[in-house]
């Protein structure tokens, strides 16, 4: 039983560039959340879908970011015009319901660096 | 301004000895949950506290709710080296685990 699958792990971009990060959630699981890490910082909410909806956006920068979750395929996080302070360790996480005892699945993360 | 406060920041200690980290905030959680994190890993779910003064053991770490449901503890006994890592605590404010607030983490460092 896979997990929660991210690619690519690392990605390297220029600044301008656009960044996209696939998040496959584990099987049955059809909540998506999306967190980001930067150095020496918590997790911090950014976005939770469920399939083809976005139901909370609220930790999303305004602009050059957005989020989808298509009914087939992967989530995808989307960096428009990346610039150095997008650089950071970008976590999915799934589950099967929402709840207090929902469990989350984190995926290892993909690793983003801006030059 | 950071609603989760974890403490210490960093703790080193020798295999064998107790110790216990610290998550506080000034907010009331509906759940708290505890999360370990390797380097180039996702965390990985330790625990979930619900109920106000509730505590849990999963093996030699005990995890401990505040009353009023806005701090928590982990406690772990005789540390072994594979207790090395990152703890993070995550509070809910919402029912739902939708928009978890995570804690900057408790890097622990056990030396054999």
């Known amino acids: 039983n896979a997990g929660v699958m991210q690619n690519p792990r690392h990605l390297v971009r220029r600044r301008g560039q656009e960044a996209r990060l696939r998040c496959s959630p584990m099987?049955?699981?059809?909540?998506v959340y999306w967190y980001r890490q930067l150095p020496e910082e918590g997790l911090k909410f950014m976005v939770y879908?469920?399939?083809?909806?976005?139901?909370?956006e609220s930790g999303m920068p305004k602009e050059r970011f957005s989020a989808e979750f298509p009914k087939e395929g992967p989530s995808i996080l989307r960096i428009q015009q990346v610039v150095r302070g997008d650089s950071a360790a970008y976590f999915c996480?799934?589950?099967?319901?929402?709840?207090?005892?929902?469990?989350?699945?984190f995926g290892n993360g993909t690793r983003l660096t801006v030059t | 301004t950071q609603l989760l406060e974890q403490s210490p920041q960093f703790l080193s200690i020798q295999e064998g000895e107790n110790l216990t980290v610290y998550c506080n905030s000034s907010?009331?959680?509906?759940?708290l949950q505890w999360y370990r994190q390797e380097p180039g890993e996702g965390p990985v779910l330790l625990v979930t506290?619900?109920?106000?003064?509730e505590v849990k053991k999963l093996k030699r770490l005990t995890f401990q709710f505040g009353d009023a449901r806005k701090d928590s503890s982990l406690h772990i006994t005789a540390a072994q080296p594979g207790d090395t890592g990152l703890y993070l605590c995550?509070?809910?404010?919402?029912?739902?685990?939708?928009?978890?607030?995570f804690g900057t983490g408790t890097r622990l460092t056990i030396i054999p």
């Open positions: 996480a799934s589950s099967p319901y929402t709840g207090n005892n929902s469990p989350l699945h």
């Open positions: 099987k049955g699981h059809s909540h």
């Open positions: 879908l469920q399939k083809e909806n976005i139901i909370d």
């Open positions: 907010s009331v959680f509906s759940s």
């Open positions: 506290v619900v109920t106000g003064g």
């Open positions: 995550a509070g809910d404010l919402n029912f739902g685990n939708e928009k978890l607030t």
